[in-house]
Every structure is written in structure tokens, then in C-alpha cells.
């Protein structure tokens, strides 16, 4: 029998707690979903940091991640400039920069 089960929902990845201190920084990434066009440009440039829903909105594959620029890379190409990443530790920004 089926027919009971609704689309699945995407999986959160939970925030590795208790990680180890890595010697890098770390990222806080985000889309906003109000401005992605769904350009795929991110996922391209960055595969292991963006994926696109089935309504090909971007979002970060995890929302924290080790500095990375490839990350830092689909931030800059993205033509909308919909993704922000700022340090997660200190809450600066990292990309698009504060002037
Ligand atoms: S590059 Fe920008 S517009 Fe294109 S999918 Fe990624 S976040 Fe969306």
C-alpha cells in the first residue's frame, strides 16, 4: 500500500556541534530566496556548496562551512547577488563586503 506518504521534505543537515575547532575560519552562507533567478551559476561554480530545489532556488548546502573559495567565488557570480556570506565566529561580512 502507498499512496500515504507526501513529498519528502528536504533533509537538514544539523550543525556539526560538536566538530572540532578547525584551524580556518568559518562561513555563514545564505541565499535569498526573494532574489535568486535560479541561474544555477553557484552550483556550477561551487557543487559542494549550493544545490537548487525542485523550484530551482539555491540554498547552501550546509549553512555553515569552512571558508572556501569556491563559495566565495559563486558569491562574487552570482548575477543577482542573492548569496551573503559573513564569519560565522565574528558576524563580519565576507562577501558582499561592508564599505
Ligand atoms: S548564482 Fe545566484 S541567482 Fe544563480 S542560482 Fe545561485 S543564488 Fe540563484
Known amino acids: 500500500m502507498s499512496g500515504t506518504d507526501g513529498p519528502a521534505g528536504p533533509e537538514e543537515d544539523a550543525p556539526e ?3 572540532p575547532e578547525e ?3 568559518r562561513w555563514r552562507v545564505e541565499v ?3 532574489v535568486c533567478i535560479g541561474s544555477g551559476l553557484c552550483v556550477a561554480t561551487a ?3 549550493f544545490e ?3 523550484a530551482r532556488q539555491s540554498h547552501p548546502v550546509r549553512p555553515e562551512c569552512a571558508a572556501s573559495d569556491d563559495v566565495l567565488a559563486a558569491a562574487e557570480g552570482c548575477p ?3 548569496i551573503s556570506v559573513t564569519d560565522a565566529r565574528t558576524g563580519e561580512a565576507v562577501f ?3 564599505e
Do not use: I, N, Q, S
Open 17 to 19: 556541534k560538536d566538530a
Open 23 to 25: 584551524a580556518g575560519p
Open 32 to 34: 535569498d530566496r526573494g
Open 47 to 49: 557543487p559542494g556548496g
Open 52 to 54: 537548487l530545489d525542485a
Open 80 to 82: 543577482v547577488e542573492a
Open 96 to 98: 558582499p563586503p561592508e
